[in-house]
């Protein structure tokens, strides 16, 4: 692929030698970049602290400060401004002490001479490896603020009372059992309890226990060795080993197998499991959070679940109330989710008349605030726009039940979730590195910040493959 995404990107060249300096600017802007340039460290930094800068060349060898002081002081201004540090005869060693102070990489002044490609194409790398950065940190926060106190909406007493709870453990790295009706909140709850806490830049892994089949569960666990059975291909990395430093989100524990119950009571005693087929043991940092629809104590009872592992996971237990007992969040919920949905979709609904809220407010939503999601959104666009009102409503809810209608189960959520929404980001950036690369997995591994097993294991999941393959 031939985009030209760094058209407008803007390189700094900081080097006291003249004549290479001007043979870089030449063939900088030949490649599309504009360029300014600097003949020694003090300019540069005047450069790096005026200007909107992309990438920084710079020379090792300079008069006064030298290069690479000059890179050790732009990463502590910003450290996502990928630094390449030129060397000259017999440096190898400044090339190992300039990556060692932030440089993205060095290039050999003599070896590359004559041939404008190598430089060409380690700058775009360069600048590649930037923008990744930058929209990776704008995620990061995108997703702080999504899950931050902000979005869990409602007054009632009930729910505030629970995020009471989740305000003074969020930054302590206690185990806690999050319980509600489905469609409550759980997953939200665990969201900011997560991007609260310390471990807020590190993965929170989601793992839906009820989703998976309980013979893959164990190593979507804890990962496998090659050949550990049947169609163990290659060795699996465990979402327990992704987690680490981070958090785990357990999802529907209630329906994990008796069996994997006591190998996660030993990760919860001891911090560390095996890999299926492996006796090789592995140590974790993890925060574990669980959550489950279901009564565990009664699951207790019936002999389903382990009475020590609730123990275990019940340390902090933080229930989210089922959205009948809380029917005066019903109003702030409406009006959150229809300037949601209007944003969304694109929308001009302008809030529900009167009649239709009531109506709202006095059904039973079975399927709590999912339900109250779900329906709002068929609502807003079949209307897309003036006020919602009774003729919108969904028939059940024109004639609607007491607000003490059976729980209903787990009803599907519409529209794209937003892991779905994060793994599509994902799966954009996995294929731009890809293709910036063509291919070159160790290239596109590195500009994207992972590991190569990491690398490949995502690309084998999103089944990525390259165009000048048939598969
Ligand atoms: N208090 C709330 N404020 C705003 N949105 C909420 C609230 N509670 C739940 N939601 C939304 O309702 C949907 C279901 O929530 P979720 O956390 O998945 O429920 P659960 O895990 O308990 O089944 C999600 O889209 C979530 O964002
Ligand atoms: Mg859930």
Known sequence: MTTEPHLKAHVLVVDDDDGYRSMLERILIRAGYSVTTACDGLEGMKAVNSEQLDLVLVDVNLP????????????????????????????????????????????????????????????????????????????????????????????????????????????????CLVTGESGTGKELFARALHYNSQRADRMLVTVNCGAIPEELLESELFGHVKGAFTNASSHREGRFSVANGGTIFLDEIGDMSLNL????????????????????????????????????????????????????????????PPLRERAGDVELLVDFFIEKLNKNKNKKVQ???????????????????????????????????GELDIGDLPRQLRTAPLASAPTAPSLPSSGVSFNELVDLFETDLISQALDKTSWNKNKAAKMLGLNRTTLLEKIKKKKLSSPDTDD
């Open 64 to 175: 006064g400060i030298n290069g690479i002081e000059v890179v050790r002081q732009i990463q502590e201004i910003d450290n996502t401004l990928p630094c390449i540090v030129i060397t000259g005869q017999g440096s190898a060693e400044y090339s190992l002490e300039a990556l060692k102070a932030g440089a993205h990489w060095y290039l050999d002044k003599h070896f590359e001479q004559g041939n404008p490609d190598p430089i060409r194409r380690l700058v775009e790398q360069a600048v590649e490896h930037k923008r990744l950065k930058v929209e990776n940190r704008l995620l990061h926060t995108q997703l702080r603020s999504q899950y931050g106190f902000g979005n869990i909406v409602g007054n009632s007493p009930a729910l505030q009372e629970s995020l009471d709870i989740v305000r003074k453990v969020a930054d302590s790295d206690s185990t």
């Open 351 to 385: 809030g529900i008349d009167s009649e239709a809220l009531n109506l709202l407010k006095d059904y039973g939503w079975p399927g709590n605030v999912r339900e109250l999601e779900n329906t709002l959104e068929r609502m807003v666009v079949l209307r897309s726009e």
């Open 261 to 320: 119950q006591v190998k996660l009571l030993r990760v919860l005693q001891e911090r560390s499991f095996e890999p299926v087929g492996s006796s090789k043991t592995i140590a974790v940092d993890v925060r574990v959070i669980a959550a489950t629809n279901q009564d565990l104590p009664t699951a207790i009872a019936d002999g389903r679940f382990r009475e020590d592992l609730y123990y275990r996971l019940n340390v902090i237990p933080i229930e989210v």
